[in-house]
Every structure is written in C-alpha cells, then in structure tokens.
C-alpha cells in the first residue's frame, strides 16, 4: 500500500519520503515540515494513535493534513476508542486513481497548496462522499456541483456544513438518494471564503445561531413521595419512599385511619441503581399505586401487578445510538449520516412516538418534550428497529464503503444490550 501512495503522490509531482519506523518519522518531522503526512495504522510494532499523540509536541506540525492507511476492522476499533484522529483515512485495499484524487483534494482543501482554479474532475476518482467529508473537516463555504450526462447537481455549503442540495426539482434527501446513486459523472468544487453571494441571508442566520431545541429542565423529584386517595368514602394516605442501603430498598405504606393496611416493597441488588434510578423508581411506583387505589381500593391492589423499569435501560439505548451514528458518521460523514438517521426515525414516529422527542446536536443524542421528562417511555423495540434500519439503508447507499452490522457497530455494548433484548432472533 505505501508503494502504492508513493506512486500516487509521484504522480502529483511531489517528492516521497519512506520512513520504515514511527521514530524515524519522528526524527525526520521534527526537523522538516512536509505537505502532508501519510501512514500505516501499525509501523515496527507502534500503533498511529501513539505516533500522533507524539507529533502534538512538534507545534509547526498542528495544520499539517494526514491521512492513515486502514482496514475495515481497524477503523472500527479505533472509532469504538474514539482515537481517530487523521484528517483522511484510505480503506485498504484502494485504487491508485482514488489516492491520487484524495491526497490532492485534501492537500488543496487543507490550504496547503494555492487554489487557483476551482477543484473538479471524475467523480469515480476521489467520491461524493469522500468529498464532502473533506468540506465538512476544513469548515469549507461555497458550492459543489455534480454532474452526469443527464444530470446536474449541486450543494451548496457554509462553513462545512451542508444547508441545500439540488438535483432539478428534487431537493434535501430525496435530491441526495438519486445523487448517491450516479455512478459515474464530473465534480466541480467552488470555494468562498466568506458567505457565497446566492446564499439568502437566512441560510447564514441558520448556521451561525442554530436552531436546536435544548432537553426541557427535568422536574426534581425527591426519594420519597405522599398522596392521599378516596374511593367509595374511604380515604387512604400514599406514602413512598427510597432507602438507599446496601440492599437498595423501595417501599410504599399505605394507610387508612392512621394505620397501615397494605405495605409493598422492592429490592434490589447492591450496586444496580444509582441515583437517576431512585428518582424514577420512586415516581413509577407512587405513580401506579395511586392510580390503581382511585380505580379499584384495596382490592386493585391485590389483582394488579406493579411494573417498574430502571432509567439506565434509556441511557444504555442512547449510547446505543451514538456509538452506531459515530461509526457511521465517520465513514459517510455529518450530513448523510444525519439525513438519514432522522429519515428512518420519521418513519417509526407513528408507532413508536417517544422516537420523535430525540434530537441530535452534534454526536449527542439529546432528549426533548416527553422523553426528557419521561425516560423510561423508551423502548427497546423502537430503537433496536430504528437503528437497524438507519444501518441497512446506510449500506445500501453508497457502494464501496462498507458499513458493519449492527451487532458489530454496537460491540462494547453487546453483552448489556443482549440483555434487554435490543437485538432481534
């Protein structure tokens, strides 16, 4: 693979240097700047992440672009570490034409050399989304346009972020899935530095004050709760309360007259709830005790079971879904991993509402409305679909990459999500 870059950077017209170990590189970096540095994962024995973390103490090194020579499975593990830190990164084995097209691209699109001229040439070459990712690293305005025998597209971007996509009448996702689709054709790429002129003044209000809805303050609920009750002339007292012990204990006492009539009580084993699960442990079991003594007395109570659910199922689903949107975000980039991973979230809404309360802002998945207040409407169900659904359509999408399983996206959590049956038969 290193011949084969040495080649490609030959055919650009710019001079090679070979270094058969991470220290050699080291001393040779310290005392030369070069235009890019380009490296295997694993040299002599040294991973990429050690290497990088040694340049940090060269400063002069800070806007030099890289890119690393990775396999599928390496990838993935340095993504799970959150470790990925090179500019580019080139999935082994690839062809002499696309190294060629992304260390030019990035080496112009980094700033490193002058852009005379816009940026263009076969698609085939480089990708459309190789491409965009590149706009979305380097914080690029201006507007790409694609091209086919019978098409023509364009984007239109502002400080890396994508704000509209067009392909003749088609717009937003259904104008990307058709150019996802081209398979051949020619890219044109136009930077400004500043607003483009044909942005509306709106768009640029979009990027620079963000419309995302920040999670609605959660209620403060304390570890014990009291009501009172009436049903058929009798009047009960409701009194709940959590007993954070070595054996975390939850316990409801109700009375009549001033005399207890009924005592219901959960435990737990030490060191499965934690604070977050106290407050809502609390909540559901009030909750569900009153609720069956207004319906029914007593008697309710004898025929009904209680159900509880910890919080930490929801904040399990949610790493879930940053976990599988980081992976995928990382080989598609921001805005064709968000289209879609919003899309297959719309499309569950009807039967799994509570889906519609979860945004994303940034990596994060932040909970909104209902779901903010209550958590533990978040099924299993829903998510698990939500999830494998974003991640078939995102492989089906874009030959050439290729997109793991959902059981190997989410691997670190595999054994807490079997658990709770996220993954399907």
């Given at each position: 693979?290193?011949?084969?870059?040495?080649?490609?950077?030959?055919?650009?017209?710019?001079?090679?240097?070979?270094?058969?170990?991470?220290?050699?590189?080291?001393?040779?970096?310290?005392?030369?700047?070069?235009?890019?540095?380009?490296?295997?994962?694993?040299?002599?024995?040294?991973?990429?992440?050690?290497?990088?973390?040694?340049?940090?103490?060269?400063?002069?090194?800070?806007?030099?672009?890289?890119?690393?020579?990775?396999?599928?499975?390496?990838?993935?593990?340095?993504?799970?570490?959150?470790?990925?830190?090179?500019?580019?990164?080139?999935?082994?084995?690839?062809?002499?034409?696309?190294?060629?097209?992304?260390?030019?691209?990035?080496?112009?699109?980094?700033?490193?050399?002058?852009?005379?001229?816009?940026?263009?040439?076969?698609?085939?070459?480089?990708?459309?989304?190789?491409?965009?990712?590149?706009?979305?690293?380097?914080?690029?305005?201006?507007?790409?346009?694609?091209?086919?025998?019978?098409?023509?597209?364009?984007?239109?971007?502002?400080?890396?972020?994508?704000?509209?996509?067009?392909?003749?009448?088609?717009?937003?996702?259904?104008?990307?899935?058709?150019?996802?689709?081209?398979?051949?054709?020619?890219?044109?790429?136009?930077?400004?530095?500043?607003?483009?002129?044909?942005?509306?003044?709106?768009?640029?209000?979009?990027?620079?004050?963000?419309?995302?809805?920040?999670?609605?303050?959660?209620?403060?609920?304390?570890?014990?709760?009291?009501?009172?009750?009436?049903?058929?002339?009798?009047?009960?007292?409701?009194?709940?309360?959590?007993?954070?012990?070595?054996?975390?204990?939850?316990?409801?006492?109700?009375?009549?007259?001033?005399?207890?009539?009924?005592?219901?009580?959960?435990?737990?084993?030490?060191?499965?709830?934690?604070?977050?699960?106290?407050?809502?442990?609390?909540?559901?079991?009030?909750s569900q005790v009153v609720?069956?003594?207004?319906?029914?007395?007593?008697?309710?109570?004898?025929?009904?079971?209680?159900?509880?659910?910890?919080?930490?199922?929801?904040?399990?689903?949610?790493?879930?879904?940053?976990?599988?949107?980081?992976?995928?975000?990382?080989?598609?980039?921001?805005?064709v991993s968000k289209t879609?991973?919003?899309?297959?979230?719309?499309?569950?809404?009807?039967?799994?509402?509570?889906?519609?309360?979860?945004?994303?802002?940034?990596?994060?998945?932040?909970?909104?409305?209902?779901?903010?207040?209550?958590?533990?409407l978040i099924e299993v169900?829903?998510?698990?679909?939500?999830?494998?659904?974003?991640?078939?359509?995102?492989?089906?999408?874009?030959?050439?990459?290729?997109?793991?399983?959902?059981?190997?996206?989410?691997?670190?959590?595999?054994?807490?999500?079997?658990?709770?049956?996220?993954?399907?038969?």
């Open positions: 693979m290193v011949k084969k870059m040495e080649a490609a950077v030959a055919n650009l017209g710019y001079p090679f240097r070979t270094a058969k170990s991470f220290d050699q590189a080291y001393q040779f970096l310290a005392n030369q700047k070069p235009l890019m540095i380009i490296s295997e994962n694993v040299l002599a024995g040294r991973s990429w992440i050690d290497f990088f973390k040694s340049l940090t103490g060269i400063p002069a090194l800070f806007d030099v672009p890289t890119i690393c020579l990775l396999t599928e499975k390496e990838l993935i593990e340095l993504i799970s570490a959150q470790e990925f830190k090179a500019d580019d990164y080139l999935i082994k084995p690839f062809r002499l034409r696309e190294a060629r097209a992304r260390v030019q691209a990035l080496l112009m699109l980094g700033k490193r050399l002058p852009l005379t001229s816009p940026l263009g040439g076969e698609l085939e070459d480089i990708g459309l989304i190789p491409l965009l990712k590149l706009i979305e690293r380097n914080g690029l305005s201006g507007r790409l346009q694609v091209s086919s025998e019978t098409e023509k597209a364009e984007f239109l971007f502002l400080q890396g972020d994508v704000i509209k996509v067009m392909l003749g009448e088609l717009k937003g996702r259904d104008a990307l899935e058709r150019i996802l689709s081209l398979r051949g054709g020619n890219f044109n790429l136009e930077i400004d530095e500043g607003i483009p002129p044909s942005y509306p003044q709106e768009w640029a209000a979009m990027k620079i004050s963000p419309s995302i809805e920040e999670p609605s303050p959660e209620p403060l609920i304390p570890l014990g709760d009291l009501s009172q009750v009436e049903y058929e002339g009798e009047v009960f007292q409701v009194q709940t309360e959590f007993i954070p012990c070595e054996t975390p204990t939850l316990t409801t006492l109700i009375l009549r007259g001033g005399e207890v009539v009924r005592k219901i009580k959960h435990q737990w084993e030490p060191g499965t709830i934690d604070i977050r699960d106290e407050k809502e442990l609390v909540r559901q079991q009030h609720s069956h003594l207004q319906h029914g007395g007593l008697s309710a109570l004898e025929t009904s079971k209680l159900e509880l659910r910890k919080s930490g199922d929801y904040r399990l689903l949610l790493k879930a879904v940053e976990l599988v949107y980081s992976h995928v975000r990382q080989k598609l980039g921001s805005f879609y991973l919003l899309h297959l979230k719309e499309l569950l809404t009807d039967k799994y509402p509570y889906l519609d309360e979860l945004a994303i802002a940034g990596s994060r998945v932040v909970l909104n409305g209902l779901a903010a207040r209550r958590p533990e169900e829903g998510v698990s679909r939500w999830l494998g659904g974003f991640v078939k359509k995102c492989a089906s999408i874009a030959p050439g990459i290729v997109i793991p399983p959902l059981a190997e996206l989410t691997f670190p959590l595999r054994e807490q999500l079997q658990k709770i049956g996220f993954y399907p038969p």
